[in-house]
């Protein structure tokens, strides 16, 4: 797990860095070692939030509302 939250950091780095492609692929292959090892945990949602944060900056809407209402829901189930 300390590689996904690694790679959910440098996504998130990658963003205010304005390298969107690179963003994306981190937060990709951090999302998917979180999905497999720790299921609707907060951990997935800002990984999630982060990875909606990097379509919307790509102008992929539709994906970053998906996103974004997955970790929405994520947060409310586990969090209140």
Excluded: C, F, M
């Excluded at 690179?22 to 090892?37: P, S, V, W």
């Excluded at 997935?44 to 539709?62: C, D, F, K, P």
């Amino acid at each position: 797990l300390p590689v996904a939250v690694t790679l959910t950091n440098l996504g998130a780095l990658l963003i205010d860095l304005s390298d969107q492609q690179a963003a994306d692929d981190a937060l990709e292959r951090a999302l998917a070692i979180k999905e497999q090892k720790v299921p609707d945990s907060p951990s997935l949602a800002i990984t999630l939030t982060n990875l909606a944060h990097a379509r919307r900056a790509t102008r992929r809407y539709e994906e970053s509302i998906i996103l974004d209402t997955r970790a929405l829901a994520i947060r409310s189930a586990k969090l209140g």
